[in-house]
């Protein structure tokens, strides 16, 4: 099995809600990702989890919260967007390195959420 | 800082053509460089991999070749086919789990 699953496939909401993305997958792979898409622009990376730890923030706004509860899972917690976060929200997964090595395992991505921020 | 950029943006090429992608990078320490693509509105599937140590990978009708000390690789589609129309995206790896996309390249087969 190599999917990614995201829920929920679409999401609107204001600016004061409160709401959270999940990703899930099966592969037994211990590095997840978060990306930010928006139209015709490629994905840009936000966070990157391995072994369940938050490894890589690239500076982004406290408004997007990650939490990676287990092996399997990863959640986008969401609080007080700006229209501006409007986007297609991809995760990935993806075998870490051994020790200090480098990743040469492929990224499997789901198909994403598409957000709207009123 | 890493930056990618794929030419031509976009390609529109009659059904049964051989086409090259290319993918341009300008740190070339890169660990390894993946080739996807990507259906509108949809998520990324990933087509090639290729090492930082090897040169090319093949998958079916697809050849990806990779030349570190000139900054590039190509992506190579045989016999071209309307299902293959959709966004080709190569994404260079400059450090752990750190992948940097590049513009992408929007393929149109024509039948």
Known sequence: ?118 | KQEVTQIPAALSVPEGENLVLNCSFTDSAIYNLQWFRQDPGKGLTSLLLIQSSQREQTSGRLNASLDKSSGRSTLYIAASQPGDSATYLCAASSGTYKYIFGTGTRLKVLA
């Open chain 1, 1 to 118: 099995d190599t999917e990614v699953t995201q829920t929920p496939k679409h999401l609107v909401m204001g600016m004061t809600n409160k709401k959270s993305l999940k990703c899930e997958q099966h592969m037994g792979h211990r590095a997840m990702y978060w990306y930010k898409q928006k139209a015709k622009k490629p994905p840009e990376l936000m966070f990157v989890y391995s072994y369940e730890k938050l490894s890589i923030n690239e500076s982004v706004p406290s408004r997007f919260s990650p939490e990676c509860p287990n092996s399997s899972l990863l959640n986008l917690h969401l609080h007080a967007l700006q229209p501006e976060d409007s986007a297609l929200y991809l995760c990935a997964s993806s075998q870490p390195p051994l020790g200090q090595g480098v990743p040469t395992d492929t990224q499997y991505f789901g198909p994403g959420t598409r957000l709207t921020v009123l």
